[in-house]
């Protein structure tokens, strides 16, 4: 169901932004010949098919292993040092050695290092992992390999594969109502608003790209919509992988790095949004789902 949910949204997002970008570019190519209020639809088309096909091939080169390569680039990661490699590297070896015993095939992974202080990990595409100085400074090995365990279930089930597709699917769509807004608010930290910008806006989209307007406009509730989407299917997300870390042995490790740092996730906003749409769930019911599953395992 999980799968099926973020697919659909996948399939959504891509075709919002081919729309989008295909505004953009039926708006430019009318405005070279004039303008006109009315559609050619030909013309629409033919930018409609140029926008899917480059959403198309940007969400093949995201999902292919070329992505892995893209993707770290743009985030936060690096090399591991000879020190951070000594106490990876044998985490790594063990994780093999089960997963092959399990699933009778290897892991292909690369992994990196964030320096970040926060215990954090994170999987990227077909075979990229990162942990963070912060974990490798407090855990010991065998709660560096509950993390990276973790990690991997989330390669193992696709999910870094997905969000590097659906990154690709929705940047047009993410860039070209920032890119506006850039324009609309005067300044950021006062947001201010640029009404000599509006106005001018208003009588040139009337001619030159109207429709690009619309799908502007409606850019806002299809943003709030993946993301809603992408922040209710996490929290399951997170489970999958923390059961994975526990069919690969490193449950016990797992629950006692959570109850280590389990004082670190407070919690005090109200309100839904402010309550439900965290990107992982609270530390403490991650540790009761462990718990509850190795209770099932000790009984079954």
């Given at each position: 169901?999980?799968?099926?949910?973020?697919?659909?949204?996948?399939?959504?997002?891509?075709?919002?932004?081919?729309?989008?970008?295909?505004?953009?570019?039926?708006?430019?190519?009318?405005?070279?010949?004039?303008?006109?209020?009315?559609?050619?639809?030909?013309?629409?088309?033919?930018?409609?098919?140029?926008?899917?096909?480059?959403?198309?091939?940007?969400?093949?080169?995201?999902?292919?292993?070329?992505?892995?390569?893209?993707?770290?680039?743009?985030?936060?990661?690096?090399?591991?040092?000879?020190?951070?490699?000594?106490?990876?590297?044998?985490?790594?070896?063990?994780?093999?050695?089960?997963?092959?015993?399990?699933?009778?095939?290897?892991?292909?992974?690369?992994?990196?290092?964030?320096?970040?202080?926060?215990?954090?990990?994170?999987?990227?595409?077909?075979?990229?992992?990162?942990?963070?100085?912060?974990?490798?400074?407090?855990?010991?090995?065998?709660?560096?390999?509950?993390?990276?365990?973790?990690?991997?279930?989330?390669?193992?089930?696709k999910d870094g594969l997905f969000n590097m597709a659906?990154?690709?699917?929705?940047?047009?769509?993410?860039?070209?109502?920032?890119?506006?807004?850039?324009?609309?608010?005067?300044?950021?930290?006062?947001?201010?608003?640029?009404?000599?910008?509006?106005?001018?806006?208003?009588?040139?989209?009337?001619?030159?790209?109207?429709?690009?307007?619309?799908?502007?406009?409606?850019?806002?509730?299809?943003?709030?919509?993946?993301?809603?989407?992408?922040?209710?299917?996490?929290?399951?997300?997170?489970?999958?992988?923390?059961?994975?870390?526990?069919?690969?042995?490193?449950?016990?490790?797992?629950?006692?790095?959570?109850?280590?740092?389990?004082?670190?996730?407070?919690?005090?906003?109200?309100?839904?949004?402010?309550?439900?749409?965290?990107?992982?769930?609270?530390?403490?019911?991650?540790?009761?789902?462990?718990?509850?599953?190795?209770?099932?395992?000790?009984?079954?």
């Amino acid at each position: 169901m999980i799968n099926f949910a973020r697919f659909t949204l996948l399939i959504l997002v891509a075709a919002f932004s081919s729309m989008f970008l295909g505004s953009l570019i039926y708006s430019v190519r009318t405005a070279t010949d004039g303008g006109s209020l009315f559609l050619d639809i030909p013309v629409f088309l033919n930018s409609l098919l140029w926008s899917a096909g480059f959403i198309f091939i940007a969400i093949l080169l995201a999902a292919s292993p070329l992505g892995d390569r893209i993707a770290a680039l743009f985030f936060p990661i690096r090399k591991m040092s000879l020190r951070e490699a000594e106490k990876v590297n044998p985490a790594m070896a063990r994780l093999r050695d089960v997963y092959l015993q399990k699933y009778e095939r290897e892991i292909k992974e690369r992994v990196f290092v964030m320096d970040v202080p926060h215990i954090n990990g994170m999987a990227l595409g077909r075979q990229t992992v990162a942990v963070s100085t912060g974990l490798l400074k407090v855990a010991n090995d065998e709660e560096i390999a509950a993390i990276l365990a973790h990690e991997i279930g989330h390669l193992h089930h696709k999910d870094g594969l997905f969000n590097m597709a659906l990154i690709a699917a929705s940047f047009p769509t993410i860039f070209l109502t920032r890119l506006l807004l850039h324009f609309v608010i005067e300044d950021s930290e006062e947001g201010k608003i640029n009404l000599a910008f509006i106005v001018f806006f208003f009588f040139v989209t009337l001619l030159f790209c109207s429709y690009f307007t619309f799908f502007w406009l409606v850019s806002f509730p299809v943003l709030w919509f993946m993301r809603s989407v992408e922040f209710f299917t996490e929290w399951p997300i997170e489970y999958r992988a923390d059961r994975f870390t526990l069919e690969m042995g490193f449950g016990p490790a797992m629950v006692a790095l959570f109850e280590r740092i389990e004082d670190e996730d407070i919690r005090g906003e109200t309100g839904f949004l402010s309550k439900y749409l965290y990107s992982h769930p609270p530390t403490a019911l991650r540790i009761d789902q462990i718990e509850r599953s190795m209770i099932k395992e000790s009984n079954s």
